[in-house]
């Protein structure tokens, strides 16, 4: 069920108030004691909600729902979910109707980030939707007197052998599912599988492609205003002088509202606000100030900021003497998110209670920002999920929710909605920070590495909804709240330091991150946060090394990696491309790469090949050839398009990206001073092979790809042309 | 007053004819086809067809116009009967967040209303204004593909040449 069904009054009765198991949310005090030992982890998210009814409810008329506290962000978290509770349940996917992220409704299961939302979520209704199977089997069992090995679930109820059936329906009375998750009931068996594993459709895509109302930004609401925002021209502006009043004036204007630095227009009509935004923008005088980095210092500034070291793996970092000795310095450009469509929400305040509809990643951390900007209390707070264009990691869409609350908070009773421009998306949203790694090894005499020393530097990679301040609008307002100071994640998965450590078997070790606290433009999570820096450099580094030892660069990494499932992959990508049979020609050249994500999530490794043009300079990647390993494959299709988009996506931030800036403001403002990726250089193939894993744990797969397909373009740059290139975006020129 | 045809309906608007074709068809039409991706026409997400032509609706003022027909996602088909390339969109799973995918659709409508069998490379060049961010370029040039061929065979069937096939899909 979308947020956008949930807005009908027929779905808001049911959700309210009709069906036996819409309960309270606390648990009655026998269930407080569960068979759980209390040192025992359960499965995925029901570590945070152990409630079974928290993940699937079933009305007296077996109508099932299922709730998570995810958010669809077009990677197909919703069919995959549904696929695995149909398959838990043994029901038809069609029958279940799965409710997304929303305070009021679902789970908190935090931010739908780092590929998590099949570990956290997948797991836990997994479990969940099995356990209320065998909950289901039990009272059919009592009620037919038949034992429950003669029982199965099938289509939504219980069926004998003798061919009974009960409904599930009929079985759920007197609120069976509301009980401790336990994590203990069996799960299917892969050997038996109907959905599982399947390329089942994605639920969301018709309505994309026929204009349903798919997105936040489509949302209509009776009675409802538009809204737009006039930003600052530089982060650290104060507004001089501004005049309203013409502006109050224009058609349609219902408000000007202005509060400090915050300043935005609300109008009847949409191109009513715009207009004003325009005039409002036109009216003001700001004073600004030069707080940013000297642009093409931005490497050099970044290494002389202090920095606070954080040790990833503690070896000597001693080099071994007279053997090869190699070293190089990594370097990535600020890069942004980029959505095409600018961040969106729609805000009510009602009788005290204010809703916001938003395309955020995590709507209960965003809650609680916005309760303390809006000074209520959270429970008078609610955000609810809407599909919205993607994010890629923390973009705008907490600031825009932040917006649209700020401004219905204005006009009770009228719905508000506030849409960015695209200056605005470009210039106000987090990006991902510099990076710079550094590394030097040892080559051994048997050509295996034998010591590796490598720092990368960063600021830093989440600056998430936490306090008020961490929300944009927040710093701009007469009583403003500063953003909270930066910090590095911790580890294992970690921020800057993702990935830090090659996988690789080294016998002396030494990684480290150095944070840096500084944050002259604004940055936050960007798809696989530093990993993606990470295994760039992990990975070029590799093949500079292969190249010295002589050696093959697949055979060099597979001499350094004992992991099967590594190997795996890295076997399956070689002979998928045809890397031992490859045929050299004037101007291409062919990469590989290998990473495990997070060195704990999905194995990915790729071969590709890069067309060069040495005159302009320009690099095409003309095929990419992928094998990911997720662990169990819920939607193979699913997981290829994840993959196939994380390789052109990281193509584009490889080959073209990089924020520009002058000393203070952001220059890159559209799509002309800031290009992407297009069609004339889409590659001519792209395939996956997904090497799937049944029965064991869901590792994810949104963020795998982004590093691995950037060093594997730089190494196809380096085969092609001679010219090892470190510098993202690459150049030739 | 303006008058526009939408999807072969005739509307009257009541709006300032400066104002960009897309915010009508949103705002005062209530179509969702047609997206706001940047107001400049740098990206193509609010693209639809006017008088034949793929042309980005954020930068078009509605007073320009004039008689010439406007077609829109809605004009292709609807979920219970999509239109053929729309049809082709959900049989490739064409599609991650699916933000840029209308104005991606209605850009190739355009190229297969004049060209039912155009070449790899008169897709790609045909397709270049139009930004995808989530990476689906691969997908959404397979999903043309695929809708080209569906054109063509259908055509050879019927022993037809060359109707629109927005037209056609009414």
Known sequence: MSALERLTPSRRTFLLGGGALIVSFSLPPRLAVTQQRADEKLPGSLQRDPKLDSWIRIDERGAITVFTGKCELGQGIKTALIQVAAEELAVAPQSIHLVTADTALTPNEGYTAGSHSMQDSGTAIRHAAAQARSLLIATAAMQLGVPRERLKAQDGAVVAHDGRRLGFGVLVKEKLLHVAADGRANLTDPAHYRVIGTRAQRVDIPPKVTAGPAFVHDLRLPGMLHARVVRPPSYYARLLRLDTTPIANMPGVRAVHRDGNYLAVIAEREYQAVAGMRALAAAASWHETATLPQPDRIFEWLASQPAERVSVVGGSGDLAGGAKVLEATYRRAYQMHGSIGPSCAVARLENGQLTVWTHSQGVFPLRAAIAQLVQLPPERVRCIQVDGSGCYGHNGADDAGADAALLAMALPGRPVRVQWMREQEHAWEPYGSAMIAKVRATLGTEGRITDWDYSVRSCTHATRAGPAGSLLPAWLLAHPSAPPPPRPLPLPEGGGHRNAAPLYSIPNLRVAYEFVPAMPLRVSALRSLGAYVNVFSIESFMDELAQTAKADPIEFRLRHLEDPRARAVIQTAAERFGWSGYQRRQDHGRGFAFARYKNLAAYLALAAEAEVDRKSGHVRLKRAIAAVDCGEAVNPDGIENQIQGGILQSASWTLHERVVFDRTRITSRDWNSYPILRFTEMPDEVQVYVVNQPGTPFLGTGEAAQGPIAAAIANAIADATGIRLRDIPLKLT | ?170
């Open chain 2, 1 to 170: 007053m303006t008058t526009l045809t939408v999807n072969g309906n005739k509307c009257e608007v009541e709006v300032d004819p400066e104002t960009p074709l897309l915010y009508v068809l949103r705002d005062e039409l209530a179509l969702n086809g047609a997206k706001f991706g940047c107001g400049l026409g740098q990206c193509g997400a609010c693209t639809v067809i006017i008088g034949g032509a793929a042309m980005n609706s954020c930068v078009i003022p509605v007073g320009t116009v004039k008689g010439r027909p406007v077609v829109t996602l809605e004009g292709l088909g609807s979920s219970g009967r999509p239109g053929v390339l729309q049809q082709a969109f959900i049989d490739e799973q064409a599609a991650q967040c699916g933000y840029c995918i209308a104005g991606m659709i209605m850009r190739a409508q355009a190229l297969l209303d004049q060209n039912p069998a155009p070449s790899d490379a008169e897709i790609r060049t045909h397709m270049e204004p139009n930004l995808c961010r989530c990476g689906t370029h691969v997908r959404i040039f397979r999903a043309i593909r695929r809708a080209s061929e569906t054109l063509t065979r259908e055509r050879g069937a019927r022993g037809m040449s060359a109707a629109p096939a927005s037209e056609a899909d009414k």
